[in-house]
């Protein structure tokens, strides 16, 4: 195997994942495997093995690592490209085998290795490498005075909604009689124990969120989140359409 750029390829492992390479076969000493510390998956092969597995007819050894990813129709375009081949070894699932002889630009392996870790982590470990996210939150003003929240403080705590991270944004929507969103706030803490229960209400965790923007309320009015961005309810956290976040800004 190129020694650069299998050395280059576990170097970007190590420093990324912490992931050191696994030789677990007797008989394949070169074989080595990526995986995660938590669940113990693999989302990472690197082998050498006759071509003719790959390609019938073509002799000589190829080396290749095998990598696995959830987008079906990213899997069938690469492996009509050159160096990319349906996976070898684990027939089952998404794997992809690849060259690692120069056809495949080194940053392209190191981007498929991304998302084949992605999609073989746990489902904590999905939450914490997920890109960062906008939700639309609903309040209702019967529990608590949101409207006033931000008068004297720039930051409050606030219920959190299943999957809101630290680094997300979130937009508060304030139910009736105002009906509109007022305020765009950066989630700064999660995770903070809380025990509250009263009638159908429920909290078992709060976050921290900072005020990032106002709005009026005449502007994101619960009408035009209808008409123009093709929300009908807000019931709770939910994302936020790319044209409704451009529009918040």
Same mark, same amino acid.
């Given at each position: 195997m190129e020694g650069?750029?299998?050395d280059d390829i576990f170097r970007y492992v190590l420093k990324k994942y912490k992931a050191r390479p696994e030789y677990l076969w007797a008989r394949f000493p070169?074989?080595?495997v990526f995986r995660h510390a938590d669940n113990r998956k693999w989302f990472g092969i690197v082998m050498n093995i006759s071509f @003719?597995?790959?390609e019938r007819g073509r002799s000589g050894m190829a080396d290749i690592i095998n990598i696995k990813l959830d987008d079906l129709l990213l899997r069938d375009t690469l492996i009509r490209q050159n160096g990319?081949?349906?996976?070898?070894h684990i027939a089952r699932g998404n794997w992809v085998s690849v060259l690692l002889d120069g056809t495949?630009?080194?940053?392209?392996?190191?981007?498929l290795i991304d998302l084949s870790f992605a999609a073989t982590a746990s489902g904590k470990k999905r939450q914490e490498i997920r890109p960062l996210k906008?939700?639309?939150i609903p309040s209702n003003p019967k529990y608590y005075d949101i409207v006033h929240a931000f008068d004297d403080t720039d930051t409050i705590?606030?219920?959190?909604?299943?999957?809101?991270?630290?680094? @997300?944004?979130?937009?508060l929507y304030v139910g009736a009689p105002v009906s509109a969103i007022l305020y765009k706030c950066l989630v700064t803490e999660t995770d903070i124990p809380y025990d509250f229960r009263s009638g159908g209400l429920t909290i078992k965790a709060l976050m921290t969120i900072k005020l990032q923007k106002r709005y009026e309320p005449e502007r994101f009015t619960f009408s035009r989140l209808g008409t123009e961005f093709g929300i009908f309810a807000v019931r709770g956290p939910r994302g936020v359409p790319n044209s409704l976040k451009e529009a918040l800004g």
């Open positions: 650069s750029l299998r070169d074989y080595a @003719d597995k790959l990319y081949y349906p996976g070898y495949v630009p080194p940053d392209e392996i190191k981007n906008c939700w639309l705590r606030w219920k959190q909604g299943a999957g809101i991270r630290k680094g @997300d944004t979130v937009y």
